[in-house]
């Protein structure tokens, strides 16, 4: 079946709320999310839970490179798709390696351990348990800016200023030109500064009216764990 095909029927299957329980589109189904794995533009959150929820019906029919796929494209779109609500309809006693690799990157990226993370992918370290490689997502251009500006997101909550150094380091940005454009684009701007008697280039957030409305630091964090996730950071 080609992609045309493919993304009709899915269509069809949402637009039919009584197909979405049906076992027999369950091979359409896990052919759009190889679509969707290889080009993100095919990307529906609604057409991935639907199928997650049909491998909850209907478990003898449990595709573990299936789950790992779509949890990568959820990496993919990490700005705009909540993760949990994907993990709550995969039974953990089912995890293999494979699956479990990608959790543990969302585990990095939830808890603020930049420079964990992006060791992780640049020089494929996992923790102890873990071998997998993770080679994909350093190649994909896409998932490293995605990955770039969840982190600058949750960074422009936390912080009104921060040094260029730290913020080189928590976005993988070691070339200055790059991450001035980068920052510019998303409204913060680099200063020199004297500290001390000492010059040091600070990065100056400029979405503070933004980050200061209550509902948009409920889309990150919770009141209790504010002080935990800004502590990690300076690790």
């Not at 798709?81 to 995969?90: A, C, P």
């Not at 995605?146 to 070691?174: A, C, D, G, P």
Request: aromatic content about 12%.
């Amino acid at each position: 079946m080609d992609i045309n095909n493919i993304m009709e029927e899915v269509q069809a299957i949402k637009v039919l709320p009584h197909m979405m329980f049906n076992a027999s589109k369950l091979k359409v189904l896990s052919d759009y999310v190889n679509v969707a794995f290889e080009n993100n533009e095919y990307y529906d959150n609604d057409v991935m839970l639907t199928l997650l929820r049909l491998f909850c019906l209907y478990p003898h029919c449990y595709d573990k490179d299936i789950i790992k796929k779509i949890l990568i494209c959820v990496l993919y779109n990490i700005n705009n798709v909540d993760m949990n609500m994907y993990m709550s309809l995969i039974n953990s006693s089912l995890y293999d390696d494979n699956i479990k690799s990608v959790i543990y990157i969302y585990e990095l990226i939830k808890n603020c351990q930049y420079k964990k993370l992006w060791n992780c992918i640049n020089n494929n370290i996992g923790n102890e348990d873990n071998n997998c490689d993770y080679s994909y997502l350093k190649n994909d251009k896409n998932f490293i800016c995605n990955i770039r500006k969840y982190i600058l997101n949750t960074i422009s909550i936390s912080f009104e200023s921060i040094y260029l150094k730290n913020m080189s380091e928590y976005l993988n940005i070691q070339d200055n030109t790059q991450l001035e454009q980068f920052l510019n684009e998303n409204k913060w701007t680099i200063k020199m500064i004297n500290h001390k008697g000492k010059n040091e280039q600070i990065c100056y957030n400029g979405n503070i009216e933004t980050v200061q409305n209550k509902k948009n630091i409920n889309t990150y964090f919770t009141e209790d764990n504010i002080g935990s996730y800004i502590t990690k950071l300076n690790h």
